[in-house]
């Protein structure tokens, strides 16, 4: 598939021109789901605002917090830039790698509609069916 960007026309991250991009989200790797309980919890991630759910090119499954880094200044650079994570650091090397050339979702979801329509499509029977209460409960 093509690029939508050419990396090579760059010589550094165009981070400027990205406008921070990378610096307005905490994803984290989540297990994939397998199971109605882990089918079932992806539901209640996507029940929060400002929280996504995607599948990167690897098929690797993560949760995203949509959150702007409070080292973020208007004009778009860091205010940390020496003291800045290693992840931010490495982040984007080798040119060509980060978002601001490629989609980095295989599958996103930004609702529990959105979820379930694609779960739904699998043909799974993959809703999480709670017990009867009993009276002990
Ligand atoms: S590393 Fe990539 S995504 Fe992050 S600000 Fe720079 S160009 Fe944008
Ligand atoms: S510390 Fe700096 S580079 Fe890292 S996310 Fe925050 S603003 Fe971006």
Redesign the pocket.
Known sequence: MPRAKNPDKYKTLPCTECG?K??RYVAIEIDTPKTKKQYDDVRWYLLHENISVFVDHDNNWHIEFKTR?R??ADDHR????DT??QV?RDHGWPIGSCEFFDSPYKLRFDSVEAFERHMDKTGKNWRYKRRPKTTKD
Not at 78 to 81: F, G, M
């Open positions: 921070a990378c610096c880094c080292s973020l860091c205010i940390e830039y800045r994570p931010c």
